[in-house]
Nanobody, 127 residues
Framework: QVQLVESGGGLVQAGGSLRLSCVVS??????AGWFRQSPGKEREFVAS????????RYAGAVKGRFTISRDRAGKTVSLQMNSLKPEDTAVYYC??????????????????????WGQGTQVTVSS
């Protein structure tokens, strides 16, 4: 069984930066991702990383501003968020799956394809 524990959320002004971390305990995942959810909205994909080769994918809204990475030794998945905007305000969730799909697969962006989830961490960006 995989357990995920996120940290690093908080309040930041627009244009600022935050770094989210997710410690993975248990089995090594095939892939991990970050999703976010705002009140009244569906959970949306932010970024994903395939564990064995660090192949990444990003949502269009964050591409060029956010960077996902993983530390194999520490089994940590991080999300560096730069140039934050008020519309980035949400609860951010770390997710993991034992599967590693082809790099072009849409499964990486589909939250229903992930098996394990963290508790979420709040990110608030003020204007």
């Amino acid at each position: 069984q995989v357990q995920l524990v996120e940290s690093g959320g908080g309040l930041v002004q627009a244009g600022g930066s935050l770094r989210l971390s997710c410690v993975v305990s248990g089995s090594t995942p095939g892939a991990a991702g970050w999703f976010r959810q705002s009140p009244g909205k569906e959970r949306e994909f932010v970024a994903s990383i395939r564990w064995f080769d660090a192949n990444t994918r990003y949502a269009g809204a964050v591409k060029g501003r956010f960077t996902i990475s993983r530390d194999r030794a520490g089994k940590t998945v991080s999300l560096q968020m730069n140039s934050l905007k008020p519309e980035d305000t949400a609860v951010y969730y770390c997710a993991a799956t034992p599967r590693a799909w082809n790099s072009g697969s849409t499964y990486y962006t589909d939250h229903t394809k992930y098996d394990d989830w963290g508790q979420g961490t709040q990110v608030t960006v003020s204007s």
